[in-house]
């Protein structure tokens, strides 16, 4: 097997590229019966107000657990699904585990609690998206302004026209857009301002350095300030220190997440979590 580099030369696979490949043969078959076996499963990471210290909605996070291979990282084997197809099949149970999920949690009374769920690309471009949340939604009696949907600035690059009417009709149907991993993609400005995105979340490699990189802190204020002009939420990713957590408040940052706060959480620790700091959550506050 031999792939065309951009010299139109032949490279051949090295014994590290096979061992890649071997292992994402082995995902996919595993991930194959992933479902069926009940080994994904999800937890959730509070996404905080800075002003305030309280939770407003909480991102969902796949985790997969394998008998024998142990627990796999979303990042290894998100990009085995995708390659496979497999992530519409998965990306579909997420959107209805988040969304009953937080039908549960609303109705034992964390009455304004929002989910945010992670799209791929691939889901995005299902021309069926946009029906399939609304059923989702529907069948929990879950207000479509409680779900935000992540998606990355990738999804805009091959077919922005496209994105855009996609972008428009899950609007529509009241769902949020929320841009994660900001910062590290290609969209442009105009884009941003057009599909008229609810927040920006701010990539954890900006956050990570803050304390010591004055470069970060000029990018991440200035993306705090531009979304602020523009209308939009900022949510800061990766948050794992008081200085950080400092320097994005004197910023005007609106929300962070991160280790600071907690881990990602399995659903009845995310729920004490969340009932030690603020039972009820407040029906008003912004
Ligand atoms: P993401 O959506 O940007 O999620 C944030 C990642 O940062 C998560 O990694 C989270 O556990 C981690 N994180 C949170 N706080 C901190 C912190 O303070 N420090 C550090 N170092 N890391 C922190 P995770 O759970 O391993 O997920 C990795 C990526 O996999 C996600 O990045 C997302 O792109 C993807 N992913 C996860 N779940 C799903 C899913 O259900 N569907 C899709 N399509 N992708 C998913
Ligand atoms: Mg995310
Ligand atoms: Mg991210
Ligand atoms: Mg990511």
Request: hydrophobic fraction near 40%; proline fraction near 5%; charged fraction near 25%.
């Amino acid at each position: 097997h031999a792939k065309l580099d951009g010299r139109n030369t032949y490279r051949f696979f090295t014994p590290e590229m096979r061992a890649q490949s071997l292992r994402a043969l082995q995902l996919e078959n595993a991930l194959r019966r992933a479902l069926e076996r009940n080994e994904l499963q999800l937890h959730y990471q509070p996404q905080v107000r800075i002003r305030t210290g309280r939770v407003h909605s909480v991102e969902a996070l796949l985790r997969w657990n394998h008998p024998k291979l142990g627990a796999i990282s979303p990042a290894e084997f998100i990009p085995v699904a995708e390659d496979t197809g497999q992530i519409l099949q998965i990306g579909e149970w997420v959107l209805r585990s988040a969304v009953q999920q937080l039908r549960d949690w609303r109705a034992a009374g964390l009455t304004d609690l929002k989910v945010a769920v992670n799209l791929s690309a691939i889901q995005f471009h299902q021309p069926q998206l946009p029906d399939l949340i609304s059923q989702i939604l529907d069948a929990s009696c879950v207000p479509p302004e409680a779900l935000e949907l992540e998606l990355t600035e990738g999804v805009a690059v091959d077919d922005p026209r496209a994105a855009t009417a996609t972008m428009d009709q899950l609007r529509a149907r009241g769902v949020r857009l929320s841009i994660d991993d900001f910062g590290t993609g290609y969209s442009s400005l105009s884009q941003l301002k057009r599909f008229q995105i609810y927040k920006l979340k701010i990539d954890q490699s900006f956050v990570q350095d803050l304390d010591h990189d004055g470069n970060d802190r000029a990018i991440v204020s200035a993306i705090i300030r531009m979304a602020q002009a523009l209308g939009m939420q900022t949510t800061a990713e990766g948050v794992e220190t008081e200085a950080q957590l400092q320097f994005l408040r004197d910023m005007g940052c609106d929300e962070a997440q991160g280790y600071y706060f907690s881990r990602p959480l399995p659903p009845d620790e995310l729920l004490q979590f969340l009932q030690s700091r603020q039972v009820p959550l407040p029906s008003t506050a912004g």
